[in-house]
């Protein structure tokens, strides 16, 4: 039986991610080079007490954002870095395309509560497909761990049975199936295609 529901992970599966160029735009706003911002924000281990639900509020964790930026930082200059980073991979949101004709889609990434509340304004791409986006804070842990699967599946009203997981983390697709739930490494469009036409989710 085909699976009822299909959830993809979002950087490096329906986009492709690369950091280094959002931290050339935040560098641009700053006057901090690249390489000390990272230091402040990612190295800090910042963002993944965010994933992990240390700021749920928007308000707060783009002050937080801010202070260790060194400067103010709207929203809307926070949306405009994080695209610039993001490139849509059209193949892969054909293939979602294509799936929801035939089970219900989620996407599930480890981040903070922006990408969430302003799916749209970040990834309009994927919004006229996906109805939703869930990040880690919303569980207050992430992936890999696999509470936040069963905690995601709960919220949802679905079951791990029942449900498909698609990430290019080798480690998030096993913390995946230690919730039970089946899972794909994402590697390649193609590869996936072929995945999901075994399980009867593509013709």
Not at 88 to 96: G, K, W
Not at 115 to 124: C, D, G, I, N, V
Request: overall charge neutral; some cysteine.
């Amino acid at each position: 039986m085909a699976p009822r529901l299909v959830i993809f992970d979002m950087d490096d599966v329906l986009c492709r991610y690369d950091l280094g160029r959002r931290l050339r735009a935040l560098s641009r706003l700053s006057g901090r080079t690249p390489r000390d911002i990272r230091t402040a924000i990612w190295d800090s281990g910042f963002e993944d007490d965010a994933d992990s639900g240390g700021y749920p509020d928007v308000q707060h964790y783009l002050a937080e954002f801010g202070q260790r930026l060194g400067c103010d930082i709207s929203l809307e200059q926070w949306i405009a870095a994080r695209r610039e980073a993001m490139v849509p991979d059209a193949a892969v949101l054909e293939l979602a395309r294509r799936i929801a004709g035939r089970a219900a889609l989620t996407i599930y990434t480890n981040n903070g509560p922006i990408p969430k509340q302003h799916f749209a304004a970040l990834f309009p791409e994927a919004a006229e497909i996906f109805t939703a986006c869930h990040c880690s804070y919303e569980f207050a842990t992430k992936k890999p761990d696999p509470a936040s699967y069963v905690r995601l599946l709960a919220k949802l009203g679905m079951i791990a049975g029942e449900t498909w997981f698609i990430d290019d983390k080798q480690s998030n697709v096993e913390g995946a199936r230690l919730a039970g739930l089946a899972a794909h490494h994402f590697r390649s469009a193609p590869l996936l295609a072929e995945a999901a036409r075994t399980l009867a989710l593509i013709a």
